[in-house]
């Protein structure tokens, strides 16, 4: 069992963005920093539906398969279930429809527990106010002998990290400028040491840089 995070970064570093705006939730610049995972087969698929079997199959498209490769259960904070945005709404059921791509149970870090949430293909929301600590440990008896995926968002993932939980942390870093947003590697001087780093560029230009612990 391996406890993997996977994130997109702009090349200063930000994983989150801040041009949101009630009319468009996720902002351009959120685009802009996914867009190359975005245009992948496997994303296509998964996420947007689309089966017609279109979408980039290079670089990108290794690391986008990998993602859901071998994982048995997911761990996400409040934020990218989308409970910053919906915190008083019993009915929101997350950004991605009645059949979300996760097809795994997904433990949602939040300090307002809601009751778990059953959907489509296998993904069951179980709303947890748990230290990372405690919900790795629930994440891990679900997922039997399967990875654990630390999902995000960015304070999340970054929560984790500091408290080496990580066994791989992968990095998809855009090649854009986002300038401000919420950054990945704030507090986490000297991470590096405790991984080999391995780097691979792809079509896109997006650098997928790999942590594995020694």
Known sequence: MTVRADLNISLDGFASTTDQTPENPMGEDWFR?????AA???MRRRVFGDESGAGTTGVDEKYAAAYFTGVGAEIMGAGMFGLHAHPDDP????????????????????????????MRG????????????????????????????IGGGVRTVRAFLAEGLVDQLHVGIAPILLGRGLRLWDDLRGLESDYAVRSETAESGTIHVTFRRR
């Open 40 to 42: 992948t087969r496997t």
């Open 91 to 118: 009915d929101w059921r997350g950004w991605w429809g009645e059949e979300p791509p996760f097809h795994v149970p997904v433990f949602v870090l939040t300090h307002r527990p809601r009751p778990d949430l059953e």
């Open 33 to 37: 920093l996914v867009e190359a995972y």
């Open 122 to 149: 296998g993904t069951t929301f179980h709303f947890v106010d748990l230290s990372p600590k405690d919900a790795l440990a629930r994440a891990q008896e679900a997922a039997g002998d399967a990875d654990v995926r």
